[in-house]
């Protein structure tokens, strides 16, 4: 203690501060530690109970409100899901169907459909009956305003659910084949169709991700105890396209028969290869027939125009 205080002196500190500075530090040590440890023990409770941090707030906070809202809204929707899933008519099966090859897989989302038509149509309508007075709408043309909105927010899920469809669609077609190679590799290669499918998981996952999170779907549903033809049926209708239910035929079929799965794969393969290459060829005759209106309606006429014009200023002027 003495040396603390001879060196203390030598550099101009004085003995009160050393001492205070001796019992400060040692006393902030313990005490972070502590406070530590309780903070790991009281996250840890909280996440054995299932309660995160942020439900832990007073009532009458903004966080509360929050989670009550959030609460409502999601009893309406398990309302409406257990209002619509006891019809089974064609329509509903249909939707559902939809919903699926749209990559919504939420058993919810009959519901939440539903739910968002009524309230774009609601809200749409009263947008429009709020704005059309200020754009100076007469009285005549108010209600079919407000009904045409409406209508727009009611046909608005479905036309956009209907392009995301179609947008799958189109990644799909245009992945099948090159899938269907894969499996030829690998059927070559000697793998099972479970161990293919597998393989083309991982090899298209980053060319074709929708496609891939399918075909895991199908790896998980073969994992789980289904049939290897069951699996490639629900594939096909997840999938909605002709190809991959004949796919799954093929499939069926060869391990009926007994027969090649790779000579089967290989002949797909290319008949696959030969209709992507006729649906090209397809396009391409079609060109000129679709380029015809466009050059009718905006080149034509600007070429008219561009030629008779001259002759137009020369009769106007009268240098003949």
């Not at 790991?40 to 007073?58: N, T, Y």
């Not at 179609?166 to 290669?189: H, I, Q, T």
């Not at 396209?241 to 002949?267: C, H, K, M, N, Y």
Request: glycine residues 8%; aromatic residues 8%; proline residues 4%.
């Amino acid at each position: 203690m003495d040396t603390l205080l001879d060196l203390a002196s030598t550099y101009g500190i004085s003995a009160n501060v050393l001492v205070m500075a001796l019992v400060f530090i040692p006393a902030a040590t313990i005490a972070f530690f502590i406070m530590s440890a309780i903070r790991v023990r009281g996250a840890v409770r909280r996440r054995a109970a299932g309660i995160s941090a942020d439900m832990l707030v007073p009532e009458g906070g903004g966080a509360t409100l929050r989670t009550s809202g959030i609460k409502a809204a999601q009893r309406l929707i398990d309302r409406t899901t257990k209002h619509y899933s006891s019809f089974d008519d064609k329509g509903m099966k249909a939707l559902r169907s939809r919903l699926v090859q749209a990559g919504i897989f939420d058993p919810r989302a009959v519901g939440f459909f539903f739910l968002t038509r009524g309230i774009l149509a609601v809200t749409l309508g009263a947008v429009a009956f709020a704005v059309a007075p200020m754009l100076n709408v007469s009285d005549n043309y108010l209600w079919p305003v407000v009904g045409v909105a409406g209508l727009a927010g009611y046909l608005g899920p479905s036309i956009a659910l209907d392009r995301i469809v179609a947008a799958r669609r189109n990644e799909y077609r245009a992945g099948f084949p090159d899938m269907m190679d894969l499996l030829v590799v690998c059927a070559d290669a000697g793998l099972g169709m479970a161990a293919s499918f597998e393989r083309v998981g991982r090899e298209l996952s980053v060319s074709y991700p929708n496609l891939c999170a399918n075909i895991h779907m199908t790896n998980l549903e073969i994992r789980a105890g289904r049939t290897m033809s069951e699996g490639l049926e629900h594939f096909g209708d997840r999938l909605g396209l002709p190809e991959v239910r004949s796919f799954a035929t093929l499939i069926q079929q060869s391990d009926e028969l007994g027969s090649s799965i790779t000579d089967a794969l290989r002949v797909y393969s290319e008949d696959m290869r030969h209709r992507r290459l006729s649906t090209a060829e397809e396009k391409a005759y079609a060109l000129p027939s679709k380029l015809a209106m466009p050059l009718m309606l905006c080149v034509f006429p600007v070429l008219f125009v561009v030629i008779m014009l001259p002759v137009v200023v020369r009769i106007k002027m009268g240098a003949y």
